[in-house]
């Protein structure tokens, strides 16, 4: 029986995304979360990048399989998913779902990940939400080095940048505008009938800026302890159409176990 082990960073999106392919498949798995910069020294030997998550599938007696990215952990999830209806990817929709997951992984999540960070990486509480579900170890390199680590998020991801929030907020608008035009017909999901990938990857990595009820990942905070501009840039996001289809899927959807 393969043993999975999910590497992730409390606060990412696209952990959530991996996260909840692997609950809904209802396959047996370990996650070990890192603080941010602690988890170099965690996945440098692994290859395939920095970036988390990582799944890490081993066997007795196989070599180790190594899946550096959310999208192709989420493919190798769906073929063990035997029917057709139940797919992330349903082969007469398959094409439409990956250019949609395609949209939402290269604009998307960059975006809300920046515009996230812009309002909450100095506010208070930023140490708990950094932390959450990381080793001891993790939590006293974090205590000493936190400001260390939020310079490098806040210059990596281009925060400082004039208007930064204000641009990152235009883009999750422009990507919701088009998902309000998708379901304006009335389908239930992205892509028609059924829930696929598009769906699950749209509310985890639109997530964070709607903070839906039952969200995967520990490190989000309540709306209520956010800023009050972000919190007001939040609701406007969960009137839309979109956002009310990120908190329905949550609803409905993100603990549903199909096999």
């Known amino acids: 029986m393969p043993i999975f082990q999910l590497l992730s960073l409390p606060p990412s ?17 370990k996650e070990t979360m890192h603080f941010p910069g602690f988890h170099l020294l965690f996945v440098k030997k692994l290859g395939g990048g920095t970036s988390l998550p990582k799944l890490i599938i081993t066997g ?9 990215d959310s999208s192709d952990i989420l493919a190798f999830i769906d073929n063990l998913i035997g029917q057709d209806n139940l797919k992330l ?22 975006s809300v990940r920046t515009w996230g960070y812009c309002y909450l990486l100095y506010h208070k509480g930023i ?3 950094l932390t959450k579900g990381v080793s001891r170890p993790q939590k006293v390199f974090a205590f000493f080095f936190l400001p260390i680590i939020q310079r490098a998020i806040f210059k ?8 930064a929030k204000e641009i990152k907020f235009g883009k999750i608008i422009s990507v919701f505008e088009k998902v309000n035009e998708a379901l304006a017909d009335g389908r ?12 699950l990857t749209f509310a985890a990595l639109g997530g964070p800026a709607v903070l839906p009820k039952g969200y995967g990942s520990p490190a989000l905070p309540t709306i209520e302890k956010c800023p009050k501009e972000m919190a007001e840039k939040i609701q406007q996001l969960r009137e839309m159409p979109a956002g009310k289809h ?14």
């Open 13 to 29: 999106h696209y952990c959530e995304k991996a996260r909840w392919a692997l609950q809904r498949c209802a396959l047996p798995f």
């Open 60 to 68: 007795h007696g196989e070599e180790s399989q190594i899946l550096h």
């Open 89 to 110: 990817y349903p082969s007469d929709k398959k094409d439409a779902v990956i250019e949609w997951e395609d949209l939402f992984d290269e604009v998307l999540g960059p």
């Open 127 to 129: 140490y708990g939400l």
């Open 156 to 163: 990596g991801l281009g925060c400082a940048k004039k208007d």
């Open 188 to 199: 239930p999901f992205i892509c028609g009938d059924t829930f696929t990938a598009a769906d």
């Open 246 to 259: 990120i908190m329905s899927m949550y609803e409905t959807q993100r603990l549903k176990a199909p096999v």
